[in-house]
């Protein structure tokens, strides 16, 4: 008889957008989880509402992006078209002035497009994908402690209803438990940067009179001054209630009991202009924007992931996202080592990719921050970063990925050209009449692109493919291959000659790419496959590094 009321894989704490896409993401690769959140239920406020192209993509491999464009009122692009606004007050919106004008997305370059939804409405349908693909959530349960050794994570959860207590054994903990996050409390993993940069409110609320007011006008977020208060207002989510934010100020005494609903109806009239307009407040809630970033984010068997690993203000829209993110690229990899055909440094490299570009994402959120604020230089302004960089452009630098060298997370302007550590280059494939992303050609395996010319490389991978556990599809475009490309040459677009290769790791990563052929293909590609998934693949030369056989 167990010592333990339930036995699992993965245990997740934290039902929030990134917890519930990691139980998601890994059911999707066959891996069974838990997952427990304090919350009776999923989300009832449209936070998080816009979901970047690069977010979309990962759905859309996922098996789940078109229950979540469905949830689209309308065309929600316009908005982000709109950028974001400085007014005086919001029925002035004829004089605004365009504090951003981002660039988020573009048909060379993603086959899916920015979209606006509220966290109430897709968070269902994560939760709905978790349980399809094999997850057991239950809502209204806290983490009260873990415990873990050599071989798994023991955690005792609470039901917050009854007090009844559970053991939990897993292989592997991942925190997603937000911003105060008891699994990294319980860990003692520290936290750097700024701290608390400001305190707001957000005010949802009604009022019908607005969008009249506002006259069709769309924007991602508008900032009114009046009042000598910054409040912003948003309606991503495409529906009710609105959103409104100002600032308050602790250190005058300030709290967020001095809110009443009389004084937010106050607030957003006076922002409005209209001191006589109906607005029925639906909702308060307090939050801090605050630059933390934890010092790691693996600790033995527990990974912490989302905000329990990275907080910055939400200036630019990166958190759920990044946290979703986040999830991907730690989903793939638990698979890969609870599925045998990975060693444990992969692991690692989920602390490596992900805390540098958690890091970039807090210091340009910064950036946005004094931006919009009013506080920024012009050496502040010289250092944003243009959105599309930032949500599809990072670049990562680990042992999974092959490079001679590792370069800054962020560089201007866009350049996915196929180079390693970044997403591969989106272009349209055919085959049988049917059209296909080359994004959509990466999900449970390595692919290891080439071209008629490169037949030598293509045969190199069928042959490993077949005595390797580690999951290797090769993919020929071009005459003859099993795709055509459509609209451009896909050597050019991943920066290699016809007689070269690409290897693309799951997460449609480049992890490495030759430009020519090579005396020993099979040699050098089992070199380069073991080196990416910590393997031991048959034909594997010992000392010969993936980024010498790149050169």
Not at 26 to 41: F, N, P
Not at 384 to 402: E, K, N, P, Q
């Amino acid at each position: 008889m167990s010592d333990y009321d339930d036995e699992v894989p993965v245990l997740i704490v934290g039902a929030g957008p990134v917890g519930l896409s990691a139980a998601a993401f890994l059911g999707r690769y066959g891996v069974r989880t838990l997952l427990v959140e304090k919350r009776a239920d999923t989300s009832v406020l449209p936070r998080a509402p816009g979901l970047q192209a690069r977010t979309m993509e990962i759905f859309r491999a996922a098996g789940m992006g078109e229950e979540v464009r469905a949830l689209e009122i309308g065309d929600s692009h316009v908005f982000f078209e709109g950028g974001i606004l400085r007014v005086n007050t919001y029925s002035e919106i004829a004089d605004a002035e365009v504090v951003e004008a981002p660039s988020l997305d573009g048909p060379d370059i993603s086959p899916e497009r920015v979209m606006g939804c509220g966290q109430d409405r897709y968070e269902v349908v994560l939760a709905g994908k978790a349980r399809e693909f094999g997850a057991e959530i239950r809502f209204g349960v806290r983490l009260r402690s873990l415990e873990q050794d050599a071989d798994g994570v023991t955690a005792q959860v609470e039901d917050t209803a009854t007090g009844a207590v559970r053991t939990v054994r897993a292989r592997y903990l991942i925190g997603a438990d937000g911003a105060g996050s008891t699994v990294r409390r319980v860990l003692g993993i520290e936290r750097s940067g700024r701290g608390t940069v400001f305190n707001a409110l957000s005010i949802y609320f009604r009022a019908p009179e607005l969008e009249a007011a506002l006259a069709d006008r769309p924007f991602i977020l508008c900032y009114a001054t009046a009042g000598g208060s910054m409040t912003g207002l948003s309606r991503l989510h495409g529906c009710d209630p609105w959103l409104a934010a100002p600032v308050y100020h602790p250190e005058k005494g300030e709290t967020p009991e001095d809110f009443t609903d009389e004084r937010c109806v106050e607030i957003v009239r006076e922002a409005s202009g209209l001191p006589e307009m109906d607005v029925e407040i639906m909702a308060k809630v307090p939050w801090e924007g605050a630059q933390l970033v934890a010092e790691r984010f693996r600790d033995g068997r527990v990974f912490l992931a989302g905000d329990a690993a990275h907080v910055h203000p939400p200036a630019g829209g990166f958190g759920a996202n990044t946290g979703i993110h986040d999830a991907h690229n730690l989903a793939w990899k638990l698979a890969a080592r609870l599925g045998g055909w990975a060693g444990d440094a992969l692991l690692d490299t989920y602390h490596e990719e992900r805390h540098a570009v958690g890091g970039a994402m807090a210091e340009q959120a910064m950036v946005r921050n004094r931006i919009r604020h009013g506080y920024a230089d012009d050496e502040v302004r010289a250092q944003m970063v243009d959105d599309i960089v930032i949500t599809l452009g990072y670049r990562y630098g680990s042992r999974a990925v092959a490079s001679a060298e590792r370069g800054p997370v962020l560089t201007q302007p866009l350049t996915l050209t196929g180079e390693p550590g970044t997403r591969a280059p989106h272009l349209w494939l055919e085959r049988d009449g049917k059209q296909i992303s080359t994004v959509d050609l990466f999900w449970d395996s390595f692919v290891l692109l080439t071209g008629p010319d490169g037949g030598a490389w293509h045969e190199a991978a069928v042959r490993i493919a077949g005595r390797t556990g580690v999951p290797l599809r090769a993919v020929q475009i071009g005459d003859g291959g099993d795709y055509t490309a459509v609209d451009r040459d896909w050597t050019s677009a991943f920066g290699v000659s016809p007689r070269g290769a690409v290897l693309v790791r799951p997460d449609a990563f480049v992890a490495w790419r030759t430009s020519d052929r090579s005396p020993e293909p099979e040699m050098v590609l089992a070199d380069v496959l073991g080196q990416m998934a910590d393997a031991d693949v048959p034909g594997r030369t010992a000392g010969v590094g993936a980024a010498a056989a790149a050169r």
